[in-house]
């Protein structure tokens, strides 16, 4: 029972070390967790540093739960569970990072963090790298077409969950791996309520062509 336990120990520290707070504050000095959204993910590291320090910042949480499947199977190899829960708990340590532990003003506990998209990623490519042939296609599209970012981040364990059942349906793929996007879907759908909130309210931050048509109308009047 030790080896699984220190595999997700080590997966939760992993999700929680919070690149795009290191690599904003190396390239300008500033807070991430003070701009726009306070989140530390690459979409806010993006607002916060430019275009490059978003990437670089998407692809570093990406690869701390791909990481983690690797890790999981090294260390408790034929345990579909523990390569299931390892990146899960990536995603938990990057949502609710230790390491951006604060007190509120009520004198509570919280732990910072990002809405774990880029982790949800990786921890689906680590289970079968191919997932990325559905993924991006599809998250972009719907970045792109119907322009809010928490639906395009929503979608990722949604086709992940699609994509694993049909594997596991035809006998290819453990139903466990099933489990990570309910898993992730849930954990991500909890840290996007604001989001949820401001698009039922008709104030969600919009992006891509809807953006742009918005922006030419407005000029246009």
């Known amino acids: 029972m030790f080896a699984p336990i220190l595999v997700l120990i080590i997966a939760y520290i992993v999700g929680s070390i919070p690149f795009g707070l290191i690599i904003v504050r190396m390239k300008t000095g500033r807070d991430i967790r003070s701009i726009e959204s306070g989140r530390t993910g690459g979409t806010n590291a993006m607002r916060a540093a430019g275009f490059w320090a978003g990437i670089f910042t998407a692809l570093c949480d990406i690869l701390k739960s791909f990481g983690c499947v690797y890790l999981a199977r090294a260390m408790v190899p034929g345990n579909h569970w523990v390569e299931v829960l390892a990146p899960a708990l990536a995603v938990v340590g990057h949502n609710y ?49 119907i322009g809010y970012a ?47 909130r401001r698009l039922i309210a008709g104030n969600e931050r919009l992006v891509g062509f809807r953006a742009r048509r918005k922006k030419r109308e407005t000029t246009a009047q």
Do not use: D, K, Q
């Open 97 to 145: 990072s230790i390491f951006l532990t604060e007190r509120t003003e009520s004198g509570s506990i919280r732990l910072r963090g990002g809405a774990g998209g880029a982790p949800t990623v990786g921890g689906a490519l680590g289970l079968w790298f191919p997932m990325v042939l559905f993924i991006a296609p599809i998250g972009i599209g719907i970045l792109y077409f």
């Open 150 to 196: 928490s639906l395009a981040t929503l979608s990722v364990p949604i086709i992940a969950t699609l994509v694993f059942a049909y594997r596991a349906y035809i006998g290819i793929s453990p139903w466990e791996y099933v489990a990570y996007g309910i898993i992730t879907a849930i954990i991500l759908a909890w840290a996007l309520r604001p989001n949820f």
